[in-house]
């Protein structure tokens, strides 16, 4: 386990904890060269005690104030951009199983607070979690005194942050201002707010399993998409809610236009940093964003070539006739010029389509075929020269089908 030490009090106790109780443990500290010189002693500390109890010790030193600017961040949550993704990168690296952090039922308070006085969900009023993922929270029952208390009783040495007893910060306006006097008109506060929190988890848990019920019922997973079933979702009073728990994983933040793209007109997105949300007809379409790829082209030598990218295509000489289907077609090896080329649909494109009569734009063949905009995007073409062979998967073009009289057949597969 690798335990996250800064040398504040609870992060001492956990280490004493974890070191009596002959735990597998490493140490981790991060310098955020944000208080000079006490930052360094707090660096010194760690070192000097993770090196008498033998204990293996990371540590790294980030340019804290820059990174927050360049990324236009808040000092304390670029703090903790930087130091979450060290820690799960040592994880990684040296195959640690948890993260261990020395937060405790104050820690738990403050951040019920943060988020009650700025607006936030069940979610954000359920606390900290005592485990999320790979990380893990052992102190968060017991309160700052009771951490404390027991630092005096056992003479564990540590360092206090100077930076604690500011009031610039919001989370120490409510530790110094606000905490205390809930606790003097509850004595049995911290009692009392645990009992609060447990609630909250379990009104949080019975929303999820009615969140997990209701998916399933209107979400169908093809592919790398997932499909919302909007004739079924807007029979659920309260559907938005459901909407915003499918779709918060996803880093969306408008969450109005996601609301109004329920009723608006097909084609119409929502963009997320990671994904996009699509109307089409009466469905949501949810996937992951793509750079654009309308200009990537590749090339088909000869019969010979092997094709493995951006699909698998088998391309063969045939004797014998056979039906065209949606994978397969065969074509008049003398109608065709190499190299051959698969490339994404152009404004403008047209093709004659296998057992019609005339030309026909592919843009119409889209529309026909009730593509989504996604779908149009995803569709890849095999041409010949500047014409279209096979929308491939889907459907042929006329010009090279083959006859009775063909000589040469070519049999062109998608796997």
Known sequence: MLLAVSGGVDSMVLLDLFYKLRFDICVVHC?????????????LFVQVKSKKLKVKS????????????????????????????????????NQLDYLVTAH??????????????????????????????????????????EIENYALENKIQWREDSSN???????????????????????GFLSSFQKTISHLNDTKGMADDASYI??????????????????????????K??????????????WNDIYDLVTAQSGKQVFSNTHVLLKDRNKLILSERKAASNNEVYFIDSIESKVNIPLKLSITRFSGGKDVNSNCIFVDEDKIKFPLTIRKWQEGDEFYPFGMTGKKKLSKYFKDEKYSLLDKENQWLLCSADQIVWVIGKRADNRFKTQKTTQNIIKIEVK
Not at 74 to 86: D, E, G, P, T, V
Not at 165 to 187: C, G, M, Q, W
């Open 165 to 187: 007893a500011s009031d610039k910060y919001f989370r120490n306006k409510l530790r110094h201002d606000v905490v205390p006097i809930l606790k003097e008109l509850n004595t």
């Open 214 to 239: 209701v998916y399933k019922e209107v979400a169908t997973e093809i592919e790398d998409t997932i499909n919302f079933d909007l004739n079924k979702l807007l029979q659920i009073p309260n559907y």
């Open 31 to 43: 310098n955020f060269q944000l208080r000079g010189k006490e930052s360094d002693g707090d660096e």
């Open 241 to 254: 809610t459901y909407l915003h728990s499918f779709l918060k994983q996803y880093d969306f933040t408008a």
């Open 104 to 145: 405790h039922l104050d820690d738990n308070v403050e951040t019920f607070l943060i988020n009650f006085t700025r607006g936030t969900g069940l979610e954000g009023l359920t606390g900290i979690p005592t485990q999320n993922g790979n990380i893990i929270r052992p102190l968060l029952p017991f309160s700052r005194e």
């Open 58 to 93: 990371y540590f790294i030193r980030f340019d804290t104030e820059k990174y927050s600017k360049e990324n236009k961040l808040s000092i304390q949550i670029a703090a903790r951009k930087l130091r979450y993704n060290w820690f799960q990168e040592l994880l990684s690296e």
